[in-house]
């Protein structure tokens, strides 16, 4: 059974159209540089799916991913002209980690984060907590269903 996640980014930076212009719209997840975040990419398995999620401007998830390879060393982080460098991570004893995810759909409407915060039955989601920052974070198997069905609504 697969696990759920959501991945937040911002589209201004990479966005889910972004992904679909890349080859086999597939491309590693780097650059994350919080601890719980990077422990939540070692826990994610082939084939589990994501929630991609734009965090600024109109906030909402856009579509969904698939983890097509599961956590490996982040090298972004020992890159001196890297933006995400950290000198404490070296091949040696990497700290951070990144995964590879492939687009399996874009919404025809994005899922805006105003109308989850409607939903009761999402009361609960990490996305919705005051204060959650996280840019990659587990998901459950209703939220998730939850999400797909608000997509798959009728405008």
């Known amino acids: 059974m697969p696990r759920h996640w959501l991945f937040k980014t911002e589209p201004g ?7 679909a212009a890349l080859p086999g719209a597939t491309t590693s ?18 084939g589990d799916l994501g929630l ?10 856009a579509g969904v ?16 002209e890297d933006r995400h460098f950290d000198p404490s991570s070296t091949p040696d ?9 492939r687009l399996v759909r874009t919404f025809a409407q994005p899922v805006s984060l105003a109308h989850l915060r409607t939903l009761p039955e999402l009361a609960d989601m990490e996305l919705l907590r005051k204060g959650s920052r996280l840019s990659v974070q587990p ?17």
């Open 13 to 19: 930076c990479f966005s889910i159209a972004h992904l």
């Open 29 to 46: 997840w780097d650059g994350v540089r919080n601890y719980q975040a990077r422990n939540f990419m070692r826990e994610m398995r082939l």
């Open 52 to 61: 991609f999620y734009h965090s600024v401007t109109n906030p909402s998830v």
């Open 65 to 80: 991913v698939e983890i097509v390879r599961e956590a490996y060393p982040d090298h972004t982080a020992w890159d001196p």
């Open 93 to 101: 004893k990497p700290r951070w980690f990144m995964v590879d995810v």
């Open 139 to 155: 998901v459950t198997p209703q939220e998730y269903t939850t999400v797909l069905r608000l997509a798959d609504a009728p405008a």
